[in-house]
Each structure stands twice: as structure tokens, then as C-alpha cells.
């Protein structure tokens, strides 16, 4: 315990009509409480020019009239505290009340009448404090309140919107994204429009799980749909046309569907089958391009390390569009485009990169597709240097 003032408020004597304001009546019951304050670089020097200890922290003791026990905070193990702290000012041209949880702080040692009148303004703004505290729940429940009802209308009021999957809806709680972040609806708890919430999401998200169930049960029906027309349209073919080596493993149910699709793409497309086919192997062909030149003739380039990036082409040179005029008059129901690679080297980005041009032809018959890439002389086996960098 700090040393208590002197002789502002610690001596007391029969002097005591020294002291500012009222005294308490002769007989007045009292009860010894404790103060507590701080003073300032100016009060602690006027507390050692009037012999005090000059500290910061003060702390003294005072009778107070037991009219006035409401400025009094009794803690538990019997000492009586003025209600200096926390204390409660206005601040700001609002004239908000604030609470400060720290002693209050004086320029000079008071009086015991200041530091009652002190107590007595602070437990009069404590009561504004308590019922603008309310004022302000009330306000921020009611805009909550608010908010809460428009994101509900907008909800039920829009058939598109969903609830968020995880946690998954329920006949009485929901979660929906907001602009101001995740907001919870509860059947029990909210109402008007908001209690409608989570049903509506629960059945909407069921009613998304069946059209979910409903576009897996049509694709696969739709997948077998179109295996069975693979199926037949390889079957006729091969009694038409294929090897009597193909027909008995047809009939034994072994045939694989890549030879028959691979034998109708070569006969589809046998009118150009002079034009040298592309075949995909990128990376050997990357490697012997690099090998050309000095500074990689030792490179080796895997399948992993091959990066291709492609695009159709939609300028031609002239020995590209004669190779296009090629297999559109050999095949008519072909579509024919130009097609562009470019080869890196990923483990060496700064690596020479081949361009490579081709012709790409597909037809469909039924649910198959017939494709021949070829390559145009001068763009497949030269593989002239890409002068930029790879195209997207």
C-alpha cells in the first residue's frame, strides 16, 4: 500500500473544516473506505512539495456518509473501494459515454469532496453507459434482424440459389453464403421469413441429389447406348470386310473394338494412304532434333520430359493447302484441318523447339470417329526451329 497523502487527505483532525464542500453531520453514521487515483508528472511534485511520497499510484482513505454507499464497491474479502475505477466519461461531440478501466488521474491531490463528486459523476454516466449498451444491441439486433430477413426473401424467392453442401441442409438448419460471410438458419429459432430457410434448402438440395442420381443413370445408359452401336456398326463390318481371323474372334466375343476402328479408319481414308502418316512420337523425334545441333548432341529426351502445345492453323502455305485439297477429294465426308506442334524440352527451356505442321482429317460414322493425321513434306521429317517461343 502506497503511503497515503499529506496533508491533503490522509491527516485527519478536527481541522477538517478546512477541506472544501459539505462535512458529514455531527453523529453521521460513515464507513472507511479506500480510494484509489493516479497523479500526473505536475500532481506528483505538488504531492512531494505537501511531504507526500510523489508516486503515481495513490491510495488513501476517507469516510464516506452512508447516504452515498452506492459510490462503494465492498470486494469479497471486506474492503470498502470508492468506484473510482473502472470510471465512465463523455468523449467526442456525440457525447458518447466510454468506459475507462483505469483510476482517474489528477493534476494536484484532491480533496475527499472531489473524489466523492468524482464517484458520483462516473455512477451517473454508468447508468447512461448500461442504457446506450443497450440501445446499441438493440440497434445491431435489429439490423441483424434485418439483414438476416432480406438474405431469407432473396433465398426463397430465387429457385436457383443453394445452401452451402457441408455441412449438408436439414428439415431445421441451413447454412447460406452471404456477402458478409456464412449466416446460420434455424427452423426453431428464427422466424418469419428466415424459419422458412432450411426447409426449403433441405428440399432443394435432395431435389439436386435425385437430378444428380437421374444424369448419372442417363449418361451411363447413354455410354451403353452408344457401345451397343459401336458394337454392331464394328460387327457388320467385320462379317463384310474383315479377315476370317477377325470374324472368329468376333463370334468368340475377343475381337478388340481399337482393331476394327483402326481397320475402317484405313480403309476410309486408303485413296491418300501415299501421304506419310504422323505418328505420336514426339519425343524421339525432339531428341534427333536436338542432336543436330552441338551443344546438345548428347541430350536425351523421355516421354515425361516432352512438353507439346498445339493449335489449329488458320493461314497455309501452298504445299499445306495441296496436301488438304489431297484428302478432302479423297474423302469427301472428311473434315480436314491444318494442325501445329511445338516440341520443348522441359528439362532445358532454352532448348531449340521443333515446329511441326500437319493435316488432320476425321469423319464419324455413327457414334465412331476415323482419324488420320499426315504430314506435309518439309514440315514433319526437317523440323525446321520454331523461331518464338511456343504458341498457345
Known amino acids: 500500500m502506497d503511503t497515503a497523502l499529506h496533508p491533503a487527505i490522509a491527516r485527519r483532525s478536527d481541522a477538517a473544516a478546512n477541506t472544501s464542500g459539505p462535512s458529514p453531520l455531527p453523529g453521521a453514521q460513515t464507513v472507511s473506505v479506500v480510494a484509489v487515483y493516479r497523479l500526473s508528472e505536475a500532481g506528483r511534485k505538488a504531492s512531494l512539495l505537501a511531504g507526500g511520497n510523489g508516486r503515481e499510484r495513490q491510495q488513501v482513505a476517507l469516510d464516506v456518509p452512508v447516504t452515498r454507499l452506492h459510490l462503494v464497491h465492498v470486494e469479497p474479502n471486506g474492503t470498502a473501494r470508492l468506484k473510482l475505477k473502472p470510471r465512465f466519461e463523455l468523449r467526442g461531440e456525440s457525447q458518447r459515454v466510454v468506459r475507462v478501466e483505469e483510476s482517474p488521474q489528477y493534476d494536484a491531490p484532491p480533496s475527499t469532496d472531489a473524489l466523492l463528486q468524482d464517484a458520483a459523476r462516473s455512477h451517473q454516466l454508468e447508468a447512461t453507459y448500461q442504457a446506450q449498451g443497450v440501445s446499441q444491441r438493440s440497434t445491431r439486433l435489429e439490423t441483424s434482424r434485418t439483414w438476416r430477413d432480406e438474405v431469407a426473401v432473396a433465398f426463397l424467392s430465387d429457385a436457383n440459389r443453394r445452401a452451402i453442401t457441408h455441412p449438408s441442409p436439414t428439415p431445421r438448419r441451413c447454412v447460406l453464403a452471404t456477402d458478409r460471410g456464412r449466416m446460420d438458419f434455424d427452423a426453431k429459432r428464427d422466424r418469419g421469413a428466415a424459419r422458412d430457410v432450411p426447409l426449403e434448402a433441405y428440399r432443394r438440395f435432395h431435389a ?40 472368329a474372334r468376333l463370334a468368340a466375343g475377343v475381337l478388340p473394338l481399337e482393331e476394327i476402328v483402326e481397320a475402317m479408319t484405313a480403309q476410309a481414308f486408303a485413296m491418300v494412304a501415299h501421304l506419310p502418316a504422323y505418328g505420336r512420337d514426339g519425343a524421339a523425334r525432339l531428341q534427333a532434333h536436338l542432336r543436330n545441333v552441338p551443344a546438345y548432341a548428347d541430350a536425351v529426351v523421355s516421354a515425361s520430359a516432352l512438353a507439346v502445345t498445339t493449335r489449329y492453323l488458320t493461314e497455309a502455305s501452298s504445299a499445306q493447302w495441296a496436301v488438304m485439297q489431297q484428302v478432302k477429294a479423297a474423302v469427301p465426308d472428311a473434315q480436314v484441318f491444318l494442325r501445329e506442334r511445338v516440341l520443348s524440352w522441359t528439362a532445358d527451356p532454352k532448348a531449340p523447339r521443333p515446329r511441326i505442321v500437319t493435316v488432320l482429317g476425321f469423319m464419324k460414322v455413327g457414334p465412331l470417329t476415323l482419324r488420320r493425321e499426315f504430314c506435309i513434306p518439309d514440315m514433319c521429317s526437317a523440323m525446321p526451329e520454331c523461331d518464338g517461343g511456343p504458341e498457345n
Open 208 to 247: 439436386d441429389l435425385r437430378a444428380r442420381r437421374e444424369r448419372a443413370q442417363d449418361d451411363v445408359a447413354t455410354f451403353h447406348a452408344a457401345h451397343a452401336e459401336k458394337q454392331r456398326l464394328v460387327g457388320e463390318w467385320t462379317t463384310e470386310h474383315g479377315t476370317d481371323d477377325q470374324r
